[in-house]
């Protein structure tokens, strides 16, 4: 199997590191039915490729055995923004799988993290609907899901483009990143009943980039919430 490295994963303070543990264990407790994870958020710079890439490093270090694919498509910051470095020579990701020029095992990069496994998207494209409402996506989710405890999946998010729901078809359940003051509260009701509608029940909501002087003394990163969002 090919590995990859992670160069530019942030340093997380005491409080950050507490609360991405927490939600991780409350993931957990949410039983072995959930395990295709859908990560979206309503808008851009909502954190929900920081909390995917968070919870896959978290989960692998309490034990589980967890894939990270990346499936945002057209527009991908999980090379840059954590300066991937892949294999010498040619290296293929889902956008190569969907289209049908490689097969699994060429996709699936073992990390540094152990039980941490990752799958890039390949290269960025325009017809991403077209890729990820293929047969192939599904095959994929299913081959990996008995090998695994958990599949994260980082889509783009619900509120821009439609890709994200297509994806929600295929998964057990799904966490919004809810950026601070980012998002109004009917924006992402109508994000919660879209995902519910492609049969993709919604597991909480974690609340990104809230300042400290927010709760006062305290320094909180996030919060979760278990299965609910306002009606």
């Known amino acids: 199997m090919n590995t990859i490295a992670f160069h530019k994963f942030p340093e997380l303070d005491y409080a950050c590191t507490e ?5 991780c264990t409350n993931l957990t407790f949410t039983g072995s039915s959930y395990k295709r994870i859908l990560l979206t958020s309503v808008g851009s710079a909502e954190g929900k490729t920081f909390l995917a890439m968070e919870m896959m490093r978290t ?8 894939v990270l ?22 290296f ?3 956008t190569h799988f969907l289209a049908g020029k490689c097969e699994i095992e060429d996709v699936f990069y073992a990390t540094e993290y152990k039980r941490a496994f990752f799958v890039p998207v390949g290269y960025a494209v325009s017809n991403s ?3 990820l409402n293929s047969v192939r996506f599904g095959n994929l989710l299913e081959q990996l899901a008995p090998q695994v405890d958990y599949i994260l999946i980082d889509a783009p998010p619900v509120g821009l483009i439609v890709d994200a729901l297509e994806i929600a078809k295929s998964c057990d359940g ?3 990143a809810v950026g601070y003051n ?4 009917r924006e992402l009701v109508d994000a919660r009943l879209q995902i519910e509608r492609a049969g993709c029940p919604i597991l909480g909501a974690v609340l ?15 919060a979760y919430y278990p299965r609910t969002l306002p009606e």
């Open 19 to 23: 609360a991405i543990n927490t939600l």
């Open 59 to 66: 989960l692998a270090e309490l034990g589980k055995v967890v």
């Open 69 to 90: 694919i990346d499936t945002d498509l057209r527009r991908s910051m999980i090379d840059a923004r954590y300066r991937v470095q892949y294999p010498e020579g040619a």
């Open 92 to 94: 293929f990701g889902i």
């Open 129 to 131: 609907l077209a890729l």
């Open 174 to 176: 799904a966490l919004l």
């Open 182 to 185: 980012a998002v109004r509260r």
């Open 208 to 222: 990104n980039q809230v300042p400290a002087k927010a709760y006062g003394a305290r320094k909180t990163y996030g």
